[in-house]
């Protein structure tokens, strides 16, 4: 059974730093994808980065572009958001999801994808 753990939100000052992390187990395919979304009050879940294990290419939402980093740990496949300089506008609960090829190499707005995390709340204060 797939499981994706989300940790290391929490509260930052505008201008700061913090990073993501999701830990994932039971997944057995060579190559998928991961992304990180964000749902903030009131709004539509939105994706903010995706990677691409297969040839680890990466792609973010222009809202974030320059500002987060998405990566995983080639050792035990662990992913990562980097969220440098995060604005009041970032607040928002973050999700990691995984998915396999055939549901992620689509355009954006009609990725799919099969595994969820619970969340973790980040809250950036002005």
């Known amino acids: 059974q797939v499981q994706l753990v989300e940790s290391g939100g929490g509260s930052v000052q505008a201008g700061g730093s913090?990073?993501?992390?999701c830990t994932?187990?039971?997944?057995?395919?060579n190559?998928?994808?991961l992304a990180w979304f964000r749902q903030a009050p009131g709004k539509a879940r939105e994706e903010v980065a995706i990677i691409f294990t297969g040839d680890r290419s990466t792609s973010y939402d222009d809202s974030?572009?320059?500002r987060f980093i998405i990566s995983q740990?080639?050792?035990?496949?662990t992913l990562y958001l980097q969220m440098n300089g995060p604005k009041p506008e970032d607040?928002?609960?973050?999700?990691?999801?995984?998915g396999g090829n055939r549901g992620c190499l689509r355009p954006r707005s009609r990725r799919v994808f099969d595994y969820w995390g619970q969340g973790t709340q980040?809250?950036?204060l002005s």
Do not use: F, H, P
């Open 24 to 29: 994932a187990s039971g997944y057995t395919a």
């Open 122 to 124: 980040v809250t950036v």
């Open 73 to 77: 740990d080639n050792n035990n496949g």
């Open 91 to 98: 607040t928002a609960m973050y999700y990691c999801a995984a």
């Open 31 to 33: 190559n998928y994808c």
């Open 64 to 66: 974030v572009k320059g």
């Open 18 to 21: 913090l990073r993501l992390t």
